[in-house]
Nanobody
Framework: QVQLVESGGGLVQAGGSLRLSCAASGSIFRNNVMGWYRQAPGKQRELVARITTGDSTNYADSVKGRFTISRDKAKNTVALQMSGLKPEDTAVYFC??????????????WGQGTQVTVSS
């Protein structure tokens, strides 16, 4: 129903920057939330940032001031600009889209993930 494809991951030194991109396709509702999650080895997947179709944003405390999420609603793309990267940002980053007609019946779609590695 919905496909998400990420790109932009890679290896960067601490303090550097990367920009992740995600393209969504398929049956995308008018109102939805797109975001980025990450999962480091041995850790649970965590929310990094999300953005609604109304352009409301939410960030994990650990990335506030360093990461910026944005979206192009016409193109159904979302980007994550990451600056001041730290080794603890190393993880697989997953694009996410959440949508649904009812609060208790929302569906999550996930991209395949893109690796971000930050060296010290």
């Amino acid at each position: 129903q919905v496909q998400l494809v990420e790109s932009g991951g890679g290896l960067v030194q601490a303090g550097g920057s990367l920009r992740l991109s995600c393209a969504a396709s398929g049956s995308i509702f008018r109102n939805n939330v797109m975001g980025w999650y990450r999962q480091a080895p041995g850790k649970q997947r965590e929310l990094v940032a999300r953005i609604t179709t109304g352009d409301s944003t939410n960030y994990a405390d650990s990335v506030k001031g360093r990461f910026t999420i944005s979206r192009d609603k016409a193109k159904n793309t979302v980007a994550l600009q990451m600056s001041g990267l730290k080794p603890e940002d190393t993880a697989v980053y997953f694009c996410n889209l959440q949508q649904g007609l009812f609060t208790d019946r929302e569906y999550n779609y996930w991209g395949q993930g893109t690796q971000v590695t930050v060296s010290s």
